[in-house]
Each structure stands twice: as C-alpha cells, then as structure tokens.
C-alpha cells in the first residue's frame, strides 16, 4: 500500500486515536515551519497535540537523519528526568506502519509560538535563556561519543577525536553521493581533518548538543518566556563547541547567551581552527539537502562555495 507525501487528515485522525483515546479532534491543522517530518497540530476541546511523522523517502536524507524520530523517545525522557528544559512529553512512537507506512511520534503541544513567528520578543532575554538551558543540556555525559540513539547513523567511539573523523567522513560521502564533490575535492575535504585530527583531543568527555537550535525551534510566550524547545532528533554526544558554531550560523551565539551558559567561550588559535571545522560541518550538510531534499541546484553551490572559500581563507598558507 502507498501513501501520498503528506499523510490526510484520516490518517492523521486514526494516528492520533490508535494512542488516545481521551478526546476526540476537532481540528487538524499542518505545521508549516518543518523542515523535514510532516508534522500537525491537533486540538481537542480543552487539549492540544502535535503529530510527528517521518519522511517518506529518506534516500534524500544525510547519514545522520536517517530515522533519526528513533533517538527522540530516549532523550525526551533523559532531559525530563536531569534537567528543566521545557520539551514535550511524547505520549507514543509508533513504528508499526499499520496506518501510514513511516514512522510517527505523538507528543502534547507546548504553549508559545517559534521565535521566527514571535513579535515584540526580546531576543537579549530569549538567547539568555537559551544559554542556562544548554548549560543544562551540556552537563549530561555519555561513555562514548558520536551519534549513539537508536536510529544507529554509526558505530560510538571512544574518542572524540574518532567520532568526528567518522562523521566528517560520512558527511564528505553525502556531498559525493548528491554529485557535488568530485573525486579530487572528496580526497581534499576528507584528508584536511586527518591532517588536523589532534584538534579534537582536548574533548575527554562526551556532552549531549542538541545541534539544530535555530528560532523555529525555540518556542517564547508574549512576555519572552521561553517556553519550549523542540526537534532533538539530530541530537549527539561530543564536544560543546560543535554546538557553538550550529549557534553561531543561527545567530544564538550572542553575548546574552554566553551570559546565561555561565562559561566563557574557549579562545585561541586551536578554538579558531576548530571552530571553522565544525562550521564547515554544519555548512556541508546543506549541500546534499539542497540537492536531494529541495531539488535547489543554485543554493547547493552557493554553499559548496562557502564551504571552499572557508577552507580557502582557513587552510590554504
């Protein structure tokens, strides 16, 4: 049996109910800031919901997100249970395809709305707060690094320096696969983090980054609350200052959430090169997505060049 792209509102419908059965829907309505599930809100008479369902096709997808919905359950309840951060809790993931032929988490609606949407917010006081809540989310710890959830990307290492490697590596053999990298650039890109491999040493422990905190993902109330923060499916374990350079491209970096993280950003040559590593880390992804997921040629090699004049003004002597 087949499904269109986007599940209906019967399918949506019989997800929910297959969990719930504590009210009965009244409205059904598409979420329209994802970028990657097919996500609704639903609301009953007194209660709300969110309904989350994976893609269809995730040739398109990089090695990472592969049914990454899978590590979402296991975290949720990790943050729940160590922290204060405000995230849903999932009441069901559903892996059976019974109803629609992909995976789906159902989880209760948050209050607030995106920052991206939000007006008369105070950013100052958001990015503040922004700041405790990853101080929180940092301090977790795991015995191995990498992308260690369910979904199963790749195997842990023992070492942040082989985690990263690994990943760059991969992510490297996404842009070959969407066509953008020939086989000269892949050798060059690869071979520039095993040739600066002892950067990644310092990290001798295996701290939980969210890795995709952007203003569609920070949830604030009218008073600049914030009051949610959502999408941990590309969640991993490593050094914190991967995180930093996703909050740097997003425009989280600055000085109100330094102030609220409580630590001073690492400083010196060995921080700037690292710093320009993970941002290429972050940069490289939006080639294949650009390429495979939104069929944009145009914004797929403006990143790739991005990408290379980085490296260009970074590497080249």
């Not at 019967?10 to 598409?30: D, L, N, S, W």
């Not at 019974?98 to 995106?114: H, K, N, T």
């Not at 491999?197 to 701290?207: G, M, N, P, V």
Request: aromatic fraction near 10%; include cysteine.
């Amino acid at each position: 049996m087949t499904y269109a792209r986007h599940p209906g509102d019967a399918e949506v419908r019989a997800c929910f109910e297959k969990h719930y059965t504590g009210c009965t829907p009244v409205c059904i309505e598409p979420i329209t800031t994802g970028l990657y599930n097919a996500s609704y809100f639903i609301s009953c008479s007194n209660e709300e919901f969110v309904l989350r369902v994976a893609p269809l096709d995730e040739a398109a997808a990089t090695f990472y997100e592969r049914h990454m919905m899978h590590q979402e359950p296991a975290l949720h309840s990790l943050l729940h249970e160590k922290t204060t951060v405000p995230l849903p809790r999932i009441l069901a993931f559903d892996t059976d395809h019974d109803i629609v032929d992909r995976d789906f988490l159902l989880m209760e609606r948050l209050p607030g709305a995106p920052l991206s949407d939000a007006v008369g917010v105070n950013n100052g006081c958001v990015f503040r707060q922004i700041g405790k809540h990853l101080a929180q989310v940092h301090a977790l710890t795991a015995p191995t690094f990498g992308y260690r959830g369910d979904h199963k990307p790749m195997t842990p290492q023992n070492t942040w320096t082989d985690a990263f490697c690994i990943m760059w590596r991969r992510l490297v053999e996404d842009v070959s696969r969407s066509g953008m990298y020939n086989a000269r650039e892949a050798k060059m890109v690869s071979e520039l983090v095993e040739e600066h491999s002892s950067l990644f040493s310092h990290c001798r422990t295996a701290s939980l980054l969210h890795m995709d905190i952007w203003s569609q993902n920070i949830l604030v109330d009218s008073a600049s609350k914030v009051t949610g923060i959502i999408d941990w499916d590309r969640a991993l374990w490593g050094d914190p200052e991967i995180e930093f350079a996703v909050l740097d491209y997003c425009g989280i970096s600055e000085p109100p959430f330094w102030e609220g993280y409580g630590q001073p950003r690492p400083e010196g040559p060995q921080a700037r090169l690292r710093n320009a590593f993970y941002l290429l880390y972050e940069l490289q992804k939006y080639i294949p997505i650009n390429i495979l997921r939104k069929h944009n040629p145009s914004a797929a090699h403006a990143c790739k060049y991005q990408v290379m004049d980085l490296i260009r003004r970074t590497f080249t002597p």
